[in-house]
Nanobody, 115 residues
Framework: DVQLVESGGGTVQAGGSLRLSCAAS?????VGWFRQAPGKEREGAAR???GNSYHVDGRFTISRDQSRNMVYLQMNSLKPDDSGVYYC?????????????????WGQGTQVTVS
C-alpha cells in the first residue's frame, strides 16, 4: 500500500498562510488534499490528475515534486472556516472527482486551526 504522511499543520491567524506537505512512499498518477471540519463531511480542496492541477478555492494551490514523492498545499488568506484536519490522498488511477470513497490511499491528517 501507498503510505502518506502529512505535516505542516498548525495554528495561524486569519489572513495568514500555511504550506502543508505530504510525503508519499511512491508515485501515483493522482494526488489530492481533502479537509474535514468538526461535525462536517470530508471535502476536497485540490487535486492533481497526471499533469493537471485543480483547486476548489483560488486561495489554495496544489503542487508536487515527483522526484521526491512530495505533495504540497499552499494555503493563503486563510479564514476560520478553513480550520479542520487536512488529509493527503493518492490513487493510481483517476478517482471520481472529490468522492472520498473513490480515492484509495489516505494519510492520517494534519490539524489546521485558523483564528
Amino acid at each position: 500500500d501507498v503510505q502518506l504522511v502529512e505535516s505542516g499543520g498548525g495554528t495561524v491567524q486569519a489572513g495568514g498562510s500555511l504550506r502543508l506537505s505530504c510525503a508519499a512512499s511512491e508515485y501515483t498518477y493522482s494526488v489530492g488534499w481533502f479537509r474535514q471540519a468538526p461535525g462536517k463531511e470530508r471535502e476536497g480542496a485540490a487535486r492533481i490528475l497526471g499533469g493537471n492541477s485543480y483547486h476548489v478555492d483560488g486561495r489554495f494551490t496544489i503542487s508536487r515534486d515527483q522526484s521526491r514523492n512530495m505533495v504540497y498545499l499552499q494555503m493563503n488568506s486563510l479564514k476560520p472556516d478553513d480550520s479542520g484536519v487536512y488529509y493527503c490522498t493518492a490513487d493510481s488511477g483517476v478517482p471520481r472527482g472529490y468522492d472520498t470513497t473513490s480515492w484509495k490511499y489516505w494519510g492520517q491528517g494534519t490539524q489546521v486551526t485558523v483564528s
